[in-house]
């Protein structure tokens, strides 16, 4: 249940990434147009994050009858509502990270996305998110907040990135 919506909130934010975040920018740097490419970014980010936060919302506000078509262990749909509902607070990260990975990816620079993305899901996914779960006993909230925290480092590292591929 929480993975479908997941994927819910993911490909809504694949369209708008298409959208404006990799060649409107990449054109406009292109042309020598800074401060388009900024705003083509910006943009692309809150309205991104507004969307997946809206779906969320939405699949979060149904969470227990949504989760009750897959399964009537109570226990887990009351595992499936709180996911759902940390997602709508944090799926402002998850749009952070892919809008900036397409922007500096439209600036040419394929490679650092890359391995930052690598870096990501190693440090921070499986890392953090195995601590956070097992070391402090956060459970299934631990592994999301390595997710979090992976869209974050991501986040910070591209937005810098960017920023200085922006002022070059």
Known sequence: M??????????????????????????????????DAARYTRTAFFATALAMTAAGAVLALFALPLAGLFTQTQQIRQMVAQVLTFMVLFNWTSALSHILTSAVQGTGDSRYPL?????????????????????LGWGLIGIWSGIVLDFLLRGTLLGARFIRQYKA
Do not use: D
Request: net charge positive.
């Open 115 to 135: 391995w930052v993305t690598l870096a990501g899901n190693i440090l921070m996914r499986l890392a953090a998110g195995y601590l956070l779960a097992y070391w």
């Open 2 to 35: 929480v993975l479908p919506s997941r994927s819910i909130c993911s490909r809504m934010c694949s369209s708008i990434r298409r959208r404006f975040s990799a060649s409107p920018p990449a054109s406009s740097l292109g042309a020598g147009k800074r401060e």
